[in-house]
């Protein structure tokens, strides 16, 4: 296996099925070569049409003459092996490339993986793919934007192809339509959108040895579309390493930064990245030496299920150390100019094309959150219950325990500092109520007005009919204060969140608009009590309630009703969350709307990892097609297949 770091590219050219001891000849006739070589390899590859059941026996392949045992194919050009980059750019709704400018007839049906005989062997050389790794032109910052923004404009296009009004359950879907066309289309899939030589991204597709191979004859489309996946996974990682390394080499290793930090600020700054990086290096390594076995790519989730398990912890420690790391970085900012002119100057260094120290220093967790989602890409187009599903599964839910373990521990430094300063500031008029605990964290605070007095129709006119109070919302626990001098406030009632209901009032005018009752069931006192509350806005109220009483239903239904149809939105604009009710947002994520309100807010549903949270609707783009809405929900149904039981759990699990 190869080293990614000091080498010669070979001006070799590619060898294509070597025999030893065999001579090659000076001139072969590259016609008669090709035709020869894929007229054997035809009939041992499991996916080729003559395999398959109902098929005529095919005639048995001409033996190859001595002569041309161990030919050469002429040498790939090592400019477009070094442009090629990513497919997944581009990659549409239902795991293609982009539009399927010719797809596969529709009676013909892909083989499960694992039957027959397996695929040609078309080793890649060891210099060839390093030349490609090692000349990759993006940075991982780059290469996750472009891919995300690309992966919209696929949306985008799919929605619009289907007018939804014409749309009826008996038409057939888009892919399906597809499928039936002639027969005559065996091309395989092709990418319009990157058709772009400015874009330095590239397909597998695209590599000289596959096309000279000519194993994108023999291959059926989806095992195109799936070898473009998992194409994209490893040249991410191979973009990810390189930003990796351009974060230690350029900015960590710089000697005037060292001079101006000190240890224990250099060593919250750049936490474990040196172990990150190493981890990445090995992983790389791997999946380096499973693409030089073969141009057709066998798989690499069982690869990234032996990484996960075995060395990605290191992705939680660095990521845990996230507030720490934000905190210190704005500290020394602010209190030493040095440092922040180092940073500065570092940060225009054409090396880093116009991107900050900042958007480095995140990247272990931008990327541990990818290759999920790469992951899931693949699952989606690999055989159902075939090997190779049984395999992406399983690293996917490795990677999703790792994702998990990355969220927790970024969350419980942040919320153990914040329930230490919430108990300073509560004063208990009541029974004392223990604040601090390690399965407690807020979830919801605020001010609402509490409605006094019997509602008649001359105090509904009085303003004093309201007065100011404040909540405090835990998973676990309500407590309700008046806020007193000296920012503190004054405890009078509270109750467990599980014996918390809420109650919408009909419109009974603007006096009474946005009000909404909160019983508690039990409060301190041991008895029930209710409050008539208003709320400065529509979206605020619903947000309060949603969070008071997590078990109420809501205006559409959820992810996990597992109905056919539900509103769906795609984000093309990133959110960070302001409050923690609600949910931080990428580029391209999908989300199905399970409530929205008349003044710009919408309460919804991740499809990838069913959080739930509130964001501006001016965040995303509504999914208008039907058949793009279920092809959603049906590719994340089989992505979360193989946990039943967590299935079930989901609605208590992500409930706030």
């Not at 570092?346 to 990247?363: A, T, Y």
């Not at 599964?393 to 994702?403: G, I, N, Q």
């Not at 001016?618 to 946990?643: T, W, Y």
Request: proline share 7%; glycine share 4%.
């Amino acid at each position: 296996m190869g080293s990614l770091k000091n080498y010669e590219p070979t001006k070799e050219p590619l060898n294509v099925l070597p025999h030893k001891g065999s001579p090659s000849p000076a001139n072969p006739d590259p016609t008669m070569l090709d035709e020869l070589l894929i007229q054997r390899l035809l009939p041992s590859y499991p996916r080729y049409r003559g395999n398959r059941p109902g098929s005529p026996s095919p005639a048995p392949p001409p033996p190859l003459p001595p002569e041309l045992l161990g030919s050469r194919l002429p040498p790939p050009a090592m400019e477009l092996l070094a442009a090629a980059l990513s497919a997944a750019c581009a990659f549409d709704q239902d795991g293609s490339p982009g539009q399927l400018t010719r797809p596969p007839p529709a009676a013909e049906e892909t083989p499960a993986a694992g039957t027959g005989a397996a695929p040609p062997a078309h080793p890649m050389t060891a210099d060839s793919w390093r030349n490609l790794i090692e000349h990759i032109g993006l940075l991982y910052q780059e290469y996750r934007d472009k891919s995300t923004r690309e992966e919209i404009e696929t949306r985008r296009l799919q929605d619009s192809q289907t007018d939804p009004e014409e749309t009826s359950p008996s038409e057939e879907t888009p892919s399906e339509a597809e499928s039936t066309s002639s027969t005559e289309n065996k091309a395989p899939p092709q990418i319009n959108l990157l058709r772009n030589s400015n874009s330095r991204f590239n397909l597998w597709q695209d590599l000289p040895e596959v096309q000279n191979s000519g194993v994108l004859s023999i291959l059926q489309p989806d095992e195109i579309k799936l070898q473009e996946a998992m194409f994209e996974l490893v040249t991410s990682e191979a973009s990810y390493y390189k930003s990796l390394n351009l974060l230690v080499s350029h900015f960590m290793e710089n000697e005037r930064l060292k001079k101006i930090l000190h240890q224990s600020e250099a060593h919250i700054l750049f936490s474990n990245v040196l172990d990150v990086m190493a981890v990445s290096e090995r992983f790389l390594l791997d999946l380096e030496q499973r693409v030089e076995e073969n141009i057709v790519i066998s798989d690499v989730c069982d690869i990234v299920y032996q990484h996960t398990v075995n060395h990605f912890s290191v992705y939680i420690t660095y990521v845990s150390n996230q507030t720490y790391q934000e905190r210190t970085y704005k500290q020394l900012l602010q209190d030493k100019p040095a440092f922040r002119e180092v940073i500065s100057q570092l940060e225009l260094d054409p090396k880093c094309k116009g991107l900050s120290f900042s958007s480095f220093l995140i990247l272990p967790f931008q990327r541990i959150t990818r290759l999920k989602l790469l992951v899931q890409n693949i699952l989606k187009k690999v055989e159902e219950k075939s090997d190779r599903e049984s395999t992406a599964l399983d690293a996917h839910k490795e990677l999703e325990t790792v994702v998990k373990a990355c969220n927790e521990g970024v969350r419980k430094m942040s919320r153990t500092e914040q329930m230490i300063s919430i108990q300073k500031k509560l004063e208990f008029k009541i029974k004392s109520v223990p604040i601090i605990s390690h399965s407690r964290w807020l979830l919801k605070q605020g001010e609402l007005q509490q409605m006094n007095g019997p509602k008649t129709s001359r105090t509904l006119r009085t303003k004093k009919l309201f007065r100011e109070i404040y909540l405090f919302l835990f998973n676990d626990l309500l407590v309700i204060c008046r806020q007193i001098p000296g920012d503190k406030y004054q405890v009078f009632d509270s109750a467990p969140r599980g014996l918390l209901r809420v109650e919408e009032l009909e419109d009974q005018g603007q006096s009474l608009a946005n009000v909404f009752i909160l019983r508690l069931l039990e409060n301190a006192d041991d008895r029930e009590a209710s409050y008539m509350l208003k709320a400065s806005s529509q979206s605020e109220m619903k947000r309060w309630m949603i969070s008071l009483a997590p078990n109420r239903r809501t205006k559409f239904v959820s992810f996990t009703s597992r109905l056919v149809d539900c509103p769906q939105i795609q984000c093309v604009h990133p959110y960070v969350a302001q409050q923690p009710d609600e949910l931080s947002l990428e580029l391209a994520d999908v989300l199905n709307i399970l409530d929205k309100t008349d003044d710009g807010w919408i309460f919804g549903e991740r499809l990838h990892d069913q959080e739930r949270g509130w964001f501006p609707s001016s965040m995303g783009e509504e999914i208008l097609n039907p058949k793009i809405r279920a092809q959603n929900l049906k590719e994340c149904f089989r992505v979360h297949k193989s946990d039943d039981s967590q299935r079930r759990k989901l609605g208590s699990r992500n409930r706030q």
